[in-house]
């Protein structure tokens, strides 16, 4: 469908000219299609964490001394988080490379549609894909591994926020990283190398416990380290408290390290973002 198609159905909505919000769910809508007429995209991102969970769970599966918890339980809101940020910051940062480098972008920006629509389309598949994602990863989680659900509404809310935060920030990060890769064909390699990175210095694929400090402290300047800890801390026991840096969830830090990742990770979009190439002019 094209973006002029798009406006005119947006158009016979609201009985007159679309707006930013009414285009951006119908480009939400468009780009959700074109993500599951993706065959092996689906299979790929929706079977990854769950794949990745199952191998590490079952090395991994000793109780953990003094925490209450098995190491295969430690994995579940690791991945979770990890998940967050791959159908977050990795999409993002290199579709819209690719978009770029194969000229969408360009054609997009000079039709009638509003910037911020095509933004909100992308937000729209992101938060699609993060939520039935996240969803398939507490099912195995409480069906596999005993992690069991919050029954106390305060968990739910702070689930609730953590998510929220976690998936703007990365999500603004994935934006802002994705003008940087010269081409299309380097899009997967830039932005999957410091993703890589980060899953090892933020407790995702390694123990908290048994990470050095200095790791962790560079894990701690990024959010996902924040976004697994804030998970552990909405999905595991109190008693599993022990095995964090600080010995505690620190809830509100890790709602303060968000929060300030999505307001720098706007700036980093405002200031870096391009609609084609440099070589373009």
């Known amino acids: 469908m094209t973006t002029t198609a798009m406006a005119t159905r947006a158009r016979a909505r609201t009985g007159g000219l679309p707006g930013a919000w009414a285009l951006g769910l119908s480009r939400g809508a468009l780009e959700i299609k ?12 929706f079977s990854f964490p769950v794949v990745f969970l199952f191998l590490f769970a079952a090395i991994f599966h000793d109780d953990v001394r003094g925490s209450g918890v098995d ?9 979770m988080a990890s998940g967050i940020m791959s159908t977050s910051f990795q999409s993002l940062g290199i579709s819209i490379a690719v978009e770029r480098d194969e000229k969408v972008l ?18 729209w598949l992101v938060l699609f894909t993060g939520v039935v994602e996240t969803a398939i990863l507490l099912f195995a989680g409480t069906a596999f591994y005993g992690v069991r659900l919050p029954s106390d509404a305060s968990r739910w809310f702070d689930f609730g926020w953590i998510f929220v935060l976690g998936l703007t920030g990365c999500s603004l990060l ?29 407790g995702v694929y390694i123990s908290i416990d048994t990470i050095p400090d200095w790791m962790l402290n560079v894990g701690a300047l990024f959010p996902l380290k924040w976004l697994c800890q804030g998970l552990r801390g909405v999905f595991l026991p109190d008693s599993a408290r022990v095995l964090e840096q600080a010995g505690s969830w620190e809830f509100g830090k890790v709602a303060l390290v968000l ?6 990770g706007l700036v980093l979009c405002l200031l870096t973002f391009r609609w084609k190439e440099r070589r373009d002019g």
């Open 34 to 45: 074109q993500f599951f007429r993706q065959r092996d995209q689906v299979v790929f991102t």
């Open 71 to 79: 190491a295969s339980q430690l994995y579940v809101p690791a991945m």
């Open 106 to 123: 360009r054609r997009l920006r000079g039709t009638p549609m509003p910037p911020a629509a095509y933004f909100l389309g992308k937000i």
């Open 174 to 202: 994935g934006i802002a990283i994705s003008s940087v890769p010269k081409s299309a064909k380097s899009a997967s390699s830039v932005v999957v190398l410091p993703f890589l990175v980060l899953q090892f210095v933020s």
């Open 259 to 264: 929060a300030a990742w999505c307001v720098g």
